[in-house]
């Protein structure tokens, strides 16, 4: 095995059975439409410091039907003082170009906005560092790809790694500080979703499901990299992170499952969530689990059906952590 987790998926998806066709169909999708959105954000005015980045199932490569079009405009740099001139590309400029079908930045105050890499790094851990501050700063390293300004972004990629290591790491153990914010990350998502379904019941079969899949994939793929950062020395530890969070979380999961000789486990795992994506991909299925509530998705045999997959996930992510050589290091360093 190699260092790198780049192309990880496609040598596991050899020893399996039935491969994984929808994650690497997703894949292939999600390559054509970044190639066209690059083509259609050709032109547009762009800053040296600017860099247009796509999110969520993008940064995942895991487009299907009705995938939301994540993005933000990010700025290697501080918050200009008012009355300088305004940072390019502008979010209006983007308006009916990023539209992918009809699908939006999601509505929360986290994407289709401006955000500049100063206050994101300046800001970890402190008063300042709310929901969407780490939001985005998280989902940069975890999820994301640019279509624009591509060396803006791997600046602002390398400000956030050197954030979190400076003066923290340590050769050959996990940097503890971005270790404990990407478990707070975590430990976020599942207090938001629990705080909308007391708010809101509405979407709470497909909100449910995306937590146990999409979610726990996310958080899974950050913390083996992080993990992984006990096999170098320090000053190793920058150059390792960067090349491993540019890979898909797919990838970083496939390749650990093939470095700690657990095969069957990661098949077995991919293959749920190929699985749970094929349904994802499925208009019909996505419409049924938007209508479900908490009191609707108790006996509805699709929602059965998802639970299952999420559950095969799961043993299979617990598998890798605490069945193989990384049992020692997670005990260590994610239980306490």
């Not at 780049?6 to 169909?25: M, V």
């Not at 700025?75 to 009916?96: C, F, H, T, W």
């Not at 908490?294 to 952590?321: C, I, M, W």
């Amino acid at each position: 095995m190699t260092d790198t987790p780049q192309g990880a998926l496609d040598e596991l998806a050899t020893h399996a059975r039935r491969g994984f066709p929808q994650l690497l169909a997703a894949r292939d999708r999600t390559e054509h439409d970044l190639d066209d959105l690059r083509r259609r954000l050709r032109g547009t005015p762009c800053d040296p410091a600017s860099s247009v980045v796509m999110m969520g199932s993008w940064g995942r490569r895991e487009r299907t039907t009705g995938s939301d079009d994540d993005y933000l405009v990010l700025v290697d740099g501080e918050r200009p003082d008012d009355g300088a001139p305004a940072v390019e590309p502008q979010v209006s400029r983007l308006d009916g170009l990023l539209g992918m079908g009809e699908a939006k930045p999601g509505t929360q105050g986290i994407f289709g906005q401006q955000v500049f890499v100063g206050p994101m790094v300046r800001h970890i851990g402190l008063e300042e560092d709310g929901n969407a501050n780490l939001t985005q700063r998280m989902l940069l390293l975890l999820e994301s790809v640019p279509v624009v300004g591509r060396e803006a972004y791997r600046r602002s990629l390398e400000q956030v790694v050197d954030g979190y290591l400076a003066g923290e790491a340590k050769d050959y153990r996990p940097p503890r500080f971005l270790l404990n914010d990407l478990i707070r990350y975590w430990r976020t998502i599942c207090v938001d979703f629990a705080g909308k379904a007391r708010a809101d019941e509405q979407k709470w079969g497909m909100r449910n499901a995306k937590l146990r899949l999409n979610r726990k994939l996310l958080f899974a793929g950050g913390l083996i990299p992080v993990l992984h950062c006990h096999l170098h020395r320090r000053d190793e530890q920058r150059a390792f992170l960067l090349d491993a969070l540019q890979a898909p979380p797919t990838d970083r999961l496939a390749h650990a499952f093939l470095r700690h000789d657990a095969i069957d486990e990661g098949v077995r795992a991919l293959g749920a969530y190929d699985r749970w994506l094929g349904l994802l991909g499925d208009p019909e299925m996505r419409a049924h689990l938007n209508g479900l509530t908490r009191e609707s998705a108790a006996g509805d045999p699709r929602f059965r059906e998802v639970r299952r997959l999420a559950k095969e996930f799961e043993q299979g992510l617990l598998a890798l952590l605490f069945e193989t050589n990384l049992s020692p290091l997670a005990r260590e360093f994610v239980l306490f």
